[in-house]
């Protein structure tokens, strides 16, 4: 299954498109201002502790502070907080653990009170970022993720994926990894890691170990609130997490991230740097890969299957619930039953990739259409568990129910992504009377007359909806060959399905935007 990932930079942040067999999958958007990352460090400053809840509220900068539970503390808290103080304090330059003495590990029924004080500097881990009205939700846990191991600070064990099943190959990567791990540092194996050599774990850990100890340097310097150890970007992470043989392609329209990403993977996996191209075109990269389209049809409150059915997602503050409809879908089936499976199957693939695709978390309910065949329940519950092993969050799955509905939980760790599909009409604010849209067209051309005869400017590029492309460049004369008969200057129009049918916008020959009034 060939991948590819097509990375598109502007000024409020980053779109992230993974593609599967041209199959959208995962769609991410960073913004860039955006902060308090999962799996960012900080030095917080615990404000409140609350015994009935067993937890504390840490200011790490966010307009709200942020939720730290016991249990979320590690057993090795008061270790951290040992090397916490002593960097700070300076007695400690490096952040080396082979001659560090170790605390006692604290009881897991504990009291928050018993361990934290109030107005203590602590550093803590961001593992859900700020979602709703709640702040970010820490871990004193700390861990250091790299492309084939996890490094984790005040542990000294050695814990290997599930994933990697092979009885040989968990026993060589336990070996391998006991014997280069350094002292007071624990490993966690990843998946990816299966069947490489010791020098490219090695290599990972070391990586690892400088982020640390580069870290703790900061930390030596640093005042409440600062970010200590920032998680890499999400394109970048994707890549380390999933990079893999069936990667053929990642595209980027910036130079600057063309470079970065090149030096992140000459990094982490050389041989496959010449996938990266940087992308040229004069049109939009997302529109130019057909991306804008699948965007449109995918995040809508309805989505249509192949076979004809659709699905119905909905939203609320605790949960999501999707209904599975079986639409105008022709009845190819022997029964109602078979009809039902199949509409069923596509429909559990669908949501398998809706829920990667929206990074919906919490607890979804399903409504399936409803199956009396107990080994059709069977098949549906397998065929939705083997669609939804690719997904990198953690999820629980339930088989259905006798009503028809399947329970599925999955990780949430930042604010789902809701892409607004239906337009606010930009001349009536939705009040649902617009002007004619044939005057549309006229309103472009007075303002291309005012462009190229009162500014005199040449080379003008028109960036419109797909509709008003088709009917300027339709039929012989177009009216673009008529504008060019009478102004003697070819204008370049660009299809933009991202723009409603009633904007468009103009360029200048170094492709700089043109304000112009537009009504």
Known sequence: MSSELVISASQKGTRIALLQEKRLVEYQVEESESSFTVGDIYLGTVRKLVTGLNAAFVDIGYEKDAFLHYHDLGPNVQSLNKLTKDVIAKRLTSGKLNNFKMEPEIDKLGKIDKVLGKNQPIL?????????????????????????????????????????????????????????????????????????????????????????????????????????????????????????????????????????????????????????????????????????????????????????????????EALHVIDVNSGNKSNNEESQEDTALHTNTEAAKEIARQLRLRDMGGIIVVDFIDMRKPEHKKELYDVMKAEMKADRSKFTLLPLTKFGLMQITRQRVRPELNIVTREVCPTCNGAGTIQPSILISDIIENNLEYLLTKQNERKVSVALHPYLHAYFTAGFPSPRLKWFFKYKSWVKLLKDSSLPITEFKFYDKDGEEIEIATT
Request: charged share 30%; proline share 4%.
């Open 124 to 316: 803590v881990q961001v593992v859900k970022e700020p979602i709703s009205t709640k702040g970010p939700r820490l871990s004193c846990d700390i861990s250091i993720a790299g492309r084939y191991a996890v490094l984790v600070p005040f542990s000294n064990s050695v814990n290997i994926s599930k994933k990697i099943t092979d009885k040989t190959e968990r026993t060589r990567l336990h070996k391998l990894m006991t014997s280069v791990k350094p002292a007071n540092f624990g490993i966690i194996v990843r998946t990816v890691a299966a069947n490489k050599d010791v020098e490219e774990l090695d290599k990972d850990i070391q990586n690892s170990i400088r982020k640390w100890e580069q870290g703790m340097k900061a930390l030596s310097e640093a005042k409440p609130r600062d970010r200590i150890i920032g998680e890499m970007n999400r394109a970048s992470s994707i890549m380390r997490d999933m990079l893999n043989d069936t990667f053929d392609s990642i595209t980027v329209d910036t130079k600057e991230m063309y470079d970065d990403i090149r030096d992140f993977i000459h990094t982490i996996a050389p041989d496959k740097e010449k996938i990266v191209k940087l992308y040229s075109g004069k049109s939009k990269l997302f529109e130019q890969v057909g991306l804008e389209k699948q965007i449109k049809s995918l995040f809508g409150r309805s989505v249509s299957l192949p076979g004809g059915g659709y699905l119905i997602v909905e939203h609320t």
